[in-house]
């Protein structure tokens, strides 16, 4: 009986002795990784910390300091799936007519798509939301009373009734008007030509690196936007992402680029009044103040904004500008 416990016993020291230096293994090549390429990894997370950030996002990246370059985009049916529109910075959508057909101004500044469209005409409400951001403004053709303003300078802009076939190109694949498509690579050509000051001067949002606080009064998991129908959106919060998707007309908006589905990290809700021009244009009031919505981290937060002299700005109901976290924005503007 003291035979088998002294074996049992030296058994279970030997089996000690392998676990410790198993142990003492790993941790000496835990160390020597680290020792190696610790360092490293942590001056490339503080280095990317240290990059300059975008106007836009509050983001790093490559192009921070290039001015925005704002395009006007169809949100018409038979445009769909327009490309390029999940890689703009941020992006304002409002109705256009009175039957409910919505329009979209993609703005860019940090990604580059391959392409860009169906690009479609200048309207005279997005001028002053384009003239926020210090943008140069991109549209085929337009309304009579944007076109004169744009023909009088108040914009720098690149108007494709002028450069169709150059700065700006037709898909036979594509039915008309919705056929006409460019890059940034083109249009920051063309701006060059046209002398256009190329360096960002929007000074930015607010931004915090975390949320705000959750409840049960704040927390919503999607928001709707009531445009007409085909033309109606939703976002849907994915909280395991920390993103909302969008969904247009019952379905998932895709990119034509990229074949993923549109998200955002901050939905904004503008709030305002329009009235009818006549049977084709409504007028939207896009200038003054209004209530607004704010979306992110899943949470709702109420507010105002506020665009006085061409400078768009969000508040809190205690009258303190908005704090959003960094990433992409869309901007959507309800009528009544």
């Not at 210090?134 to 108040?154: P, Q, R, T």
């Amino acid at each position: 009986m003291g035979k088998l416990f002294k074996f049992l016993h030296k058994l279970d020291l030997n089996k000690l002795l392998l676990i410790a230096g198993i142990t003492a293994a790993a941790l000496l090549v835990a160390f020597l990784f680290w020792w190696q390429w610790g360092p490293n990894i942590i001056g490339i997370k503080n280095e990317d910390q240290k990059r300059p950030r975008a106007s836009l996002t509050g983001l790093a990246c490559d192009n921070y300091a290039r001015r925005p370059i704002a395009v006007m985009m169809a949100s018409d049916p038979v445009a769909r799936p327009l490309s390029g529109i999940s890689q703009a910075d941020i992006v304002i959508e409002m109705p256009v007519t009175p039957n409910g057909i919505t329009r979209m101004m993609a703005i860019f500044q940090c990604e580059e798509p391959e392409e860009i469209g169906s690009i479609r005409s200048a309207r005279e409400d997005f001028l002053t939301l384009a003239d926020a951001f210090g943008a140069i403004y991109v549209h085929w053709g337009g309304e009579e009373e944007a076109l004169k303003k744009l023909n009088d300078g108040i914009l720098d802009n690149i108007n494709a009734m002028k450069y169709d076939g150059s700065v700006f190109y037709r898909k036979n694949s594509v039915p008309r008007p919705h056929n006409g498509f460019t890059t940034v690579e083109l249009l920051t050509d063309k701006a060059k030509d046209l002398e256009y000051d190329l360096n960002d001067m929007f000074s930015g949002y607010l931004r915090r690196e975390e949320g705000s606080e959750r409840s049960l009064s704040n927390i919503v998991e999607s928001v709707s936007i009531d445009y007409k129908s085909p033309y109606d959106v939703k976002w849907v919060y994915d909280a395991n992402l920390d993103i909302y998707k969008r969904i247009r007309g019952g379905t998932a908006e895709i990119d034509e680029n990229t074949g993923k589905q549109v998200e955002t990290n901050i939905v904004v809700l503008m709030h305002t009044v329009s009235g009818v021009l006549n049977l084709d244009y409504i007028t939207v009031k896009t200038a003054g103040e209004g209530e607004a919505e704010f979306y992110q981290n899943g949470i709702k937060i109420s507010g105002m904004w506020k665009n006085i002299a061409n400078d768009l700005k969000f508040y809190d109901t205690d009258g303190q500008e908005m704090k959003f976290i960094p990433g992409k924005m869309w901007i959507e503007i309800a009528t009544k």
